[in-house]
């Protein structure tokens, strides 16, 4: 377990100095990946022109892959099985789907220390959190991003059990993190997930943990509070983040 890499996470490097409170917007029906990606852009350059104010949008997808600005053609192995969308994100190919809680971030850098090394740790560490509510223990690995869980018996002793993968324009960020809960892990076997042969990929679901998307998304917002400031459920939230499908 690594947990000196966390150095730069801290009130003073992550939280708004004028404590200006995040939208919290939760779809409600599966979010196609094209119009996520579109949704993304146009709040992101609302945010960088001080129109609009920072959102975290928590999402499924229907079943699909993703290609990072990383990845291998070679990875993808089973190209026919789900769409397959270029993210523009950093890393690799991972799966989204059913059962896995997608948190999208669109955070104002330039109120945050610009520092994206510290905007990962702080993600990483959220996710941490947010685990141990749940009773699982999250762990970082030195040059592997995303959260880890030891599993005896699984290839390597340990699986991956949430991914990261962020782009920062204009200081504004978009993408986020994926959260397996519950998902079809038999999904991943398409891909290299973020290019890792060796490991394989848990959920709670698969952990013992059997716990609602309503309890995730509970927990991820304490967490996400703690590190980063306060968050609202705003009362005009945009129809589509809401009912986009």
């Not at 990483?124 to 030195?142: H, K, P, Q, S, Y």
């Not at 599993?151 to 978009?174: D, F, L, N, Y």
Request: aromatic share 6%; with cysteine.
């Amino acid at each position: 377990m690594i947990t000196e890499a966390l150095t730069c996470v801290g009130p003073e490097r992550l939280r708004r100095a004028d404590a200006a409170p995040v939208d919290w917007v939760v779809a409600d029906a599966p979010v196609d990946y094209p119009f996520a990606l579109q949704a993304m852009k146009d709040r992101a350059a609302a945010i960088a022109r001080g129109d609009a104010p920072e959102l975290v949008w928590l999402v499924e997808h229907p079943p699909l892959y993703t290609a990072g600005t990383s990845a291998d053609a070679g990875d993808l192995l089973d190209p026919e099985r789900f769409p397959v969308y270029e993210a523009g994100r950093g890393g690799e190919y991972t799966y989204h789907g059913p059962g896995q809680r997608v948190a999208y971030l669109m955070l104002d850098l330039r109120a945050r220390g610009r520092d994206v090394r510290c905007l990962v740790q702080g993600l990483e560490g959220w996710i941490i959190d947010t685990l141990a509510g749940f009773n699982v223990t999250g762990e970082l690995r030195d040059g592997r991003i995303g959260v880890w869980v030891r599993q005896p018996g699984r290839p390597g002793g340990e699986s991956k059990i949430a991914a990261i993968g962020v782009r920062v324009s204009k200081w504004v960020t978009t993408h986020g993190i994926a959260l397996n809960v519950s998902p079809d892990l038999g999904h991943f076997a398409g891909i290299v997930p973020c290019g890792i042969a060796d490991r394989g990929v848990t959920s709670l679901e698969d952990l013992g943990q059997l716990v609602s998307m309503p309890e995730v998304d509970g927990a991820l917002r304490t967490a996400f509070e703690r590190r980063f400031g306060p968050t609202v459920s705003p009362a005009a939230a945009p129809q589509a983040l809401v009912t986009a499908a």
